[in-house]
């Protein structure tokens, strides 16, 4: 879990660090329509280009991207295998095994994998870039016209960024709880399934009460602190756009609809 | 020798631009039926050096040889399971590991996973919780109905249970109360003395560690800096300086007495002791 | 009128055990109080029931003349603050600066000014290297400081500390012990310690000692540690200076000092007396 990179954020200083949580948001519908939409290599080329350039001013390195990719892998090479099966159009490019390649069945794997590494690629520089509680502000304003229908977008928000501020703090207490069991002589990784039962109680169990246990204390915190669910508050942080949101907005609205364009005419 | 580091390095991340060497060339003979503390600032590497006599960590480069057993780096382990028996850990507000519905079910768990047989498991369990003097009443009792220090005396008694040779303590009284950590003190101290288990302890608190554990290693920055013998370590005010230790009340006295022109004798650990020679100087 | 006035209060959890057995004390504006007592003593518990968060079954608790319960828990709210034991557990910000905003967000303070009263109170506690960073690479005595610097940024009139340097290691320990000793030199602050810390005792200028629920003691510190005996047949701890001088009674000689430097003078002029 030490190794996992997707949603993780990395604390530096970049213009893209900087750009307004909910700018980066309506960036990230924007550009996940653009690269849904086309079905032209232009399309993908320009937003390619696009993020590399994010990625660049973003300083977090291509190195943290394509880890990213790791988990995807084995999917790829499993769309391949399925593709290549089924899709029997366009040119024989080459046979495996008396399976014969056509080369629509490569391109349309291509085509796919090139999409969701791209959708990977936007998503981890939004959460490489953004700030867990700032991402919660952003949520939270867009989801604001949900209050008309009595939505408590508010409240909502306050566990969202509650339950971000507890997540490492619950990795770090499964671990420690997992070497506990270990050296007690629990095997997490072999073992038959009623044995298997016992070592996922003997993790679960305890990770539970320390859970409600913080949360009873939590809950305690926060009232002696002054706070009442559903009252008003003010707020520390005011989200403000800047010029360079606006221009930031732009750019991902004119891929857009860039990319419907290649699919219309192209 | 039952322990021994060998140039022992251990690196988090390996291969990683944020890779971070927490042991680095640990060379560390500690010795059979001692209770050896190691101390040490946050971060300096002691968990990382604890978990590795139970196997929960394994050496990058060099080796380790515990017991009989020998794990070298990158070679594969097949005794894991006899030497976490052989190697108790009792780890930092061991109470969070408890969860079976009661008591004797939750210390019979640990002998139960090494292969005792039921009966066997259960007489060690109650033999375990009789050292920790928790009374036959709380058996049958959910560990949760427990006070603190009787829930971190159950889950050491889930260790004793399994009967190891070495019994490896990180900061166990933690969070207890002066009666409370009184009691786990006199435990492993008995442990030692009666039954001759090797104690470790990892702790902050220096004035447990000056009138209990024979040995002090101090670790800093992942290496180890000093290891000897406890008295010497802090009657030595150059050493004291370089590795920023608190001074225990009894050391401070100590030497309040010696710079005012007492002579204190350097085995001379509780206030008993102390006040002793001081009455004969005065006295004289 | 002292500040807080406890008229015969009673609690408990369930209905066989009484957790608070009818206690009546009262504390003065300024002053520094611990409260000590063996685990299951009620010490935490009466913490709570001055704070109120849990309701008291009967007798009274006034905090500047207004009784704690349901209808003036808002107003005693504003008047006092609470630093709890884990750490962990009351860090509620993503960051240092959040942390601290959160009290004050709910106090309706306006966003221009909150920033000027964070970085105030970060300075109080020595926090300005850390204004930034988020609790997972704090310590725990620097989380504890996050934690005082929030309180008083609400600018309370009691903080209440529950056994809030147990889970603190020695440096950690001794760092908040200095921060609340430096709070205690405030007079428009009053403070009130749970602790198992004995040592702690000695900076303040009362201290409570509980038995099963009951009040065993409310003295100065040296006059409870006068009696050891007494304290020790409720399963408590005294001082180290007070055990070398109990060790001293023992073989006959009498110190009184209250420090260690004093102590060894004392023994040095009864050498040469003698």
Redesign the interface.
């Known amino acids: 879990m ?2 996992l990179v997707f949603g993780k954020y990395i604390p530096i200083d970049s213009i893209i660090h900087k750009l307004d949580p909910r700018g980066k948001l309506i960036g990230l519908i924007l550009m996940i329509i653009a690269v849904f939409i086309p079905k032209s290599w232009w399309a993908f080329l320009v937003i390619g280009l696009l993020v590399l350039l994010a990625l660049i001013l973003a300083k977090v ?1 291509i ?1 943290m991207i394509v880890q990213s990719f790791k988990p995807m892998i084995f999917m790829m090479l499993f769309l391949l295998v399925i593709n290549s099966l089924t899709v029997k159009t366009g040119d024989v490019l080459f046979t495996i095994a008396s399976v014969q390649v056509y080369s629509d069945a490569v391109f349309n794997t291509l085509f796919v994998i090139v999409r969701l590494m791209l959708m990977i690629s936007i998503t981890t520089l939004l959460t490489a870039t953004t700030k867990p509680l700032d991402l919660t502000l952003g949520i939270e304003w867009l989801l604001k016209p949900l209050e008309l229908f009595k939505f408590p977008t508010h409240e909502v928000a306050m566990m969202v960024s509650i339950a971000l501020r507890f997540i490492p703090t619950i990795i770090e ?1 499964t671990m ?2 997992m ?9 997490f990784e072999n073992g038959s399934i009623s044995s298997k039962i016992v070592s996922i ?2 993790l679960i ?2 990770l539970f ?2 859970a409600f246990e913080r949360a009873y204390e939590l809950a305690d915190a926060m009232e002696a602190r002054g706070y009442v669910p559903g009252a008003k508050r003010t707020r520390y942080h005011i989200l403000k756009f800047k010029y360079y949101d606006y221009i930031f907005i732009f750019i991902c609205l004119a891929t857009m609809v860039f990319s419907i364009l290649t699919r219309i005419y192209l | 020798m039952s322990i021994s580091f060998k140039s022992l390095s251990h690196i ?2 390996k291969d ?2 944020y890779a971070h060497k927490a042991l680095d060339n640990i060379n560390l003979d500690i010795k059979e039926g001692s209770i050896t503390a190691i101390i040490g600032e ?1 971060g300096s590497g002691k968990s990382t050096l604890v ?1 590795h006599l ?1 196997a ?1 960590l394994l050496p990058d480069e060099g080796s380790l040889e515990i017991l009989d057993y020998n794990i070298v780096a990158n070679q594969k382990q097949k005794f894991l ?1 006899p030497l ?2 052989d190697v ?2 009792v ?1 930092q507000f ?1 109470e ?4 079976e519905e009661t008591v004797i079910k939750d210390v019979i ?2 002998p139960l ?2 292969g005792f047989s039921q009966q066997e498991a259960i007489n060690k369990s109650i033999e375990a919780l009789k050292l920790v003097e928790i009374d036959e009443k709380y058996f049958n009792v959910s560990p ?1 109905e427990l ?3 009787q829930k971190r005396r159950v889950a050491i008694a ?2 004793l249970a ?1 009967d190891p040779k070495i019994i490896v303590l990180d900061e166990p009284t ?2 207890l ?4 950590s009184k009691q786990i003190i006199d435990l492993f101290v008995s442990l030692n003395k009666t039954l001759n288990k090797t104690i470790i302890i990892v702790s ?3 004035e447990m560690v000056y009138n209990y554990c024979d040995d002090t290693v101090v670790l800093s920055h992942g290496k180890v800096v000093y290891h000897g013998s406890t008295l010497d370590l802090f009657s030595d005010q150059k050493l004291i300086e370089e590795f920023h230790l ?1 001074l225990p ?2 050391v ?2 100590k030497n ?2 010696t ?4 002579k204190i004798s350097k085995e001379a650990r509780t ?2 002791d102390i ?1 002793g020679e ?2 004969k ?3 004289k | 009128m002292s500040l807080i006035e406890l008229k015969d209060v009673y609690f408990s959890y369930n209905d066989d055990t009484k957790a608070i057995d009818g206690i009546s004390f009262n504390i003065e504006q300024g002053s520094y109080t611990t409260i000590i007592g ?3 003593s009620g010490k935490s518990t009466l913490a709570k029931l001055i704070a109120g968060l849990l309701p008291i079954k009967s007798g009274e608790i006034l905090i500047d003349g207004l009784s704690v319960n349901e209808e003036n828990i808002s107003k005693i709210r504003e008047k006092l603050g609470i630093v709890f034991q884990n750490p962990d557990n009351q860090f509620i910000g993503s960051t240092v600066k959040d942390d601290i905003a959160f009290g004050l967000e709910n106090r309706l303070v306006k966003s221009e000014e909150m920033e000027k009263i964070i970085l105030e109170y970060i300075d109080k506690v020595g926090l300005n290297k850390f204004m930034d960073y988020e609790p997972q690479n704090l ?1 725990g005595g620097q989380k504890q400081r996050v934690a005082i610097a929030g309180i008083l940024a609400m600018r309370p009139e009691i903080i209440i500390f529950d056994e809030a340097t ?2 603190l ?3 950690g320990k ?1 760092e908040i012990k200095q921060l609340m000793a430096d709070l205690a030199k405030d007079d428009t602050i009053t403070i009130i310690s749970i602790t ?1 810390d ?1 040592e702690e005792v000695l900076q303040s200028d009362n201290c409570v000692v509980l038995n099963n629920g009951k009040l065993f003691m409310h003295a100065k510190p040296e006059e409870v540690f006068s009696h050891p005996e007494k304290l020790r047949d409720i ?3 005294i001082p ?1 200076i007070e ?2 001088k109990e ?2 009674k023992h ?1 006959k ?1 009498k110190l009184k000092s209250s420090d ?2 004093g102590l ?2 004392e ?2 002029q ?2 040469s007396n ?1």
Request: aromatic share 10%; glycine share 10%; proline share 4%.
């Open positions: 030490k190794g390195g190195k207490e420690r709880i070497d506990a069991q270990k050296s007690r002589g629990v095997d109680l003997s169990v305890p009460s320390v | 988090y991340n990683m631009p946050t978990e139970n929960l399971k976490r028996k108790g850990l780890f061991s969070y590991q408890l969860f768990f640990g996973n090494f949760l006070s603190g220090g889930g260790i399994c933690a969070g109360d002066p009666a409370g902050h608190d220096n608190l009340q009894i401070q006295f309040e007495l710079e005012n022109g007492f206030i008993e006040v001081v009455i100087q005065v006295k | 063996h685990n299951g310590s147990s889970m290691d020695p440096k001794k198992h004995i399963d408590l701890d180290f055990k070398v060790e001293f073989r000689i260690l430097k060894v003078k023994l040095c009864y050498h003698h």
